[in-house]
């Protein structure tokens, strides 16, 4: 890993074993790209890559050349106005009420490890070794801003880190209306544009499309990064697979608004941006101020899709999520949501978690509905105290029940919202986002607090804390159940309420760091009505996230299979509920909705006093099975081989670190009839192990054992199981799953 600096050609070249990023001050002193791809060698003078040509219609920076035009250059950080007509990077508007801005090269700093990003989530690392950071320190002389643009290679990952930060060294305030995290010009646009969206319980769907002249983008306006489209896109080659050929993913650590976009210009290059939504973005800087803006991470392979996730999960398990629950085991919960929503009392909930417990479940989780006066989605929000007419011991005397039980106890919080029929909204009324003399409009009858202000983040911290502290508490779901509108603080300045949709994210990210730093053996689960919030910004506080309010195994596939692109197993809260199911009505098998959920952090959502005898001893079973295995599941290197997006079956495998264990899953949506025979190529493995297969439906028998390169070059036999070929799978139907376990047999056996 280095980075390097050639004084005479005035290029910066960032390497380590995989990777090179190579940029140039160009003759005019703004900064230019020259590549990012596969690692090269090292040499004096890269400045060969800089292509200019004289072109008609192109806007020139010197008075006696034609062909440098920065319409037609690469660069690092654009600004608009001064020959470059594509979107800009930076857009500052000036007392002049001019928009032009250029930033000029003025120095630079090489230092070891990563710096943090003060009140923001971003990847970290753990020695000095692990990683090297540029930055580059650029200015706008007749403004006085200054930009310091930072990139961090990591040493032995194909990652960039990158993130800008803004000084406003002038004598006249400023105002930020773009200021994206990351730049990358390419110089084709030979690509095709992955990108995972949805909507509320059909969350980050694989949506492919060729790159073409003019623009494309995800985003959100929404206060959050949303169900619709996650910060997280893709570029690969057409000819790119799960396992062989180029790709570039681009992953954005924020939990706001956000803008992915690609724009290809009119001779082929394409543009990559990415960072906050410059839409409703207004960021004042006064003389003095600073504005540092989120990191966005960037991944390069030529090994294929599957090679460009398995490099995410490992920097955000590893080097994003942080602290005690970062590399253990999660415990196996139940969660009383589905089982009662909100009409229950402590008895209904200690025979729930009686059952679960005499079944093998570690973990109650007491869901929304036990605090003020809760009894509908009317009323309660913002009045975080137990209500006594339901719990008459309080949280504190439920957490000890549960505790003589056996076992832990988690508590549902949706901090960020109020109901107006609460104590809290009838002592301020003035602390939900509204603009005074319109009407506010609700989400599930709930309103969002004003989390701009620090009176209100600190409110809601008391009342957390002082819940937190009296019980023992070992599991916290913090949900988030409706995005912003009328998004104006009265407590700030007409010409701050810009600033708002980030003052918010900040709040929310300080409430999690006073909370996770008091009480750093709670488990925290971020939550978003499911998936609206499941973005990096979160695991940086929250290891692992409700995937999506949509637990139906079949609907869980396309979910989890998209979620894996950017996010490792471990991060995906993934649930066995009732059937039929309660957001689709499928009927599944029950050994079908523990294998989906098996990959993830599994549990369960529902109540096991409604089972039969013989699906209670399923699900004895299945909780056996998940904490024997669960390291391999949630830790385990993640393999995709069959897609749901593109047939009827799905297959995902996990590997242990040795290559010594390994699980599959196969799944089917829909039974057929004189099928063809299929196999499927196991990837991961080690070629010389001989494994020993055991294939479990609903209890475990023996398959075979075969070699590791026979698996993964001749294949598993996956052949339709309606025929018999896989043992114990006769007569099976539509959503049917199977999970093979793999285990290396040592040189003496």
């Known amino acids: 890993m280095e980075i390097v600096f050639k004084e005479a050609a005035k290029t910066f070249h960032l390497y380590n074993d995989q990777i090179s990023y190579i940029m140039q001050v160009l003759p005019n002193g703004q900064m230019g790209q020259l590549y990012f791809g596969k690692r090269i060698h090292d040499r004096e003078d890269f400045s060969y890559l800089l292509e200019t040509v004289s072109r008609p219609m192109a806007s020139c920076v010197f008075e006696d050349n ?74 706008d002389e007749p403004t006085g801003l200054s930009l310091a643009l930072s990139y961090t290679i990591f040493s032995n990952r194909s990652a960039i880190a990158r993130s800008a930060r803004f000084v406003n060294e002038g004598g006249e305030e400023l105002h930020l209306t773009t200021a994206m995290s990351l730049c990358l010009d390419l110089p084709d646009h030979d690509y095709d544009w992955m990108q995972f969206s949805g909507a509320w319980a059909r969350e980050r769907h694989l949506k492919v499309r060729r790159l073409e002249e003019g623009i494309q983008s995800v985003g959100s306006r929404r206060g959050h990064s949303s169900h619709e489209h996650n910060p997280f896109v893709i570029l690969k080659r057409p000819h790119t697979d799960e396992f062989q050929g180029e790709a570039i993913g681009f992953s954005f650590i924020y939990s706001g608004n956000f803008l992915a976009q690609a724009e290809v210009g009119s001779h082929g290059t394409a543009r990559i941006l990415m960072g906050i939504h410059p839409d409703c973005f207004d960021w004042k800087l006064e003389p003095g101020e600073s504005f540092q803006t989120p990191e966005a991470v960037m991944v390069y392979t030529d090994r294929g899709l599957n090679d460009l996730s398995q490099t995410f999960h490992q920097l955000y398990q590893k080097r994003l999520a942080r602290g005690y629950w970062r590399d253990r085991e999660r415990p196996i919960l139940i969660n009383n949501w589905e ?13 729930i978690a009686g059952k679960a417990r005499d079944c093998g479940v570690e973990l109650f989780v007491l869901d929304d509905g036990w605090f003020g006066q809760r009894c509908t989605e009317h009323a309660g929000l913002g009045d975080w105290v137990a209500n006594r007419d339901r719990l008459p011991e309080g949280i504190a005397g439920l957490a000890r029940r549960i505790g003589d039980l056996g076992m832990q106890f988690g508590l549902w919080f949706e901090p960020e919202m109020v109901n107006k029929d609460s104590d809290l909204y009838r002592a301020h009324p003035d602390w939900i986002l509204h603009v005074p003399g319109r009407p506010s409009t609700h989400g599930r009858f709930q309103y969002v607090l004003d989390f701009s202000r620090k009176e209100v983040v600190d409110c809601i911290y008391g009342m957390m804390e002082k819940i937190l502290g009296e019980a023992d508490v070992s599991y916290v779901k913090w949900d988030m159940n409706r995005s912003i509108t009328e998004c104006f603080s009265p407590a700030l300045p007409a010409d701050r309420q810009g600033e708002v949709f980030h003052r918010y994210i900040l709040g929310v990210y300080d409430l999690y760091e006073r909370l996770t730093s008091k009480f750093p053996y709670i488990l925290f689960e971020s939550c978003a009505s499911g998936g609206g919030r499941f973005d990096p910004g979160m695991l940086y506080y929250a290891p692992q996230a409700w995937t999506s309010d949509d637990s139906d195994a079949v609907e869980r596939l396309m979910i989890q299979h998209g979620t894996s692109y950017c996010y490792p197993v471990s991060s995906m809260g993934s649930h066995v509920s009732t059937a039929p199911n309660h957001q689709t009505g499928r009927l599944t098998p029950l050994h ?158």
Do not use: C
């Not at 000036?94 to 032009?100: D, L, M, Y």
């Not at 090489?110 to 200015?139: N, Q």
């Not at 670190?657 to 190529?681: C, H, I």
């Not at 590791?708 to 996956?718: A, K, N, S, Y």
């Open 66 to 139: 034609k062909s440098f035009s920065l319409d037609h250059i690469l660069q690092e950080y654009p600004s608009y106005g001064t020959g470059d007509y594509k979107s800009p990077a930076v857009e500052v508007l000036q007392k002049t009420g001019s928009r032009i801005t250029s930033f000029i090269y003025k120095g630079h700093k090489i230092t070891s490890g990563k710096p943090r990003l003060e009140g923001l989530p971003a990847t970290y690392t753990e020695g000095e070794k692990e990683a090297a950071t540029l930055t580059i320190y650029l200015g």
């Open 339 to 351: 089982a009662t929503y909100m009409d229950f009392d402590e008895k209904r909930i200690l025979d």
């Open 592 to 749: 079908t909705r523990a294998n989906a959920a098996y990959f993830g952090t599994f549990g369960y959502e529902l109540d096991l006093n409604t089972l039969t005898e013989e699906e209670q001893e399923q699900i004895k079973d299945q909780i056996q099975f998940m904490k024997k295995y669960r390291r391999l599941f949630q830790f385990g290197a993640f393999y995709r081989m069959e897609s749901p997006f593109d047939g009827n079956v799905t297959g995902w495998m996990v590997v242990n670190e040795d290559k010594t264990e390994a699980a599959v899953g196969w799944f089917r949506v829909l039974s057929g009839s004189n099928q063809p025979y299929t196999r499927m190529r196991l990837k991961g493995l080690d070629e010389a192990a001989l494994y020993d297969i055991t294939v479990r439906r609903e209890k475990n028998k023996p398959y075979g054992n075969f070699y590791g390169d026979e698996l993964m070059h001749i294949g598993l036999v996956t052949s339709d199981a309606t025929s018999g070929e896989i043992p114990g799978g006769e007569g099976l139907g539509d959503f049917e799953s199977m999970i093979f376990l793999l285990k290396a047999r040592t040189q003496e056996a």
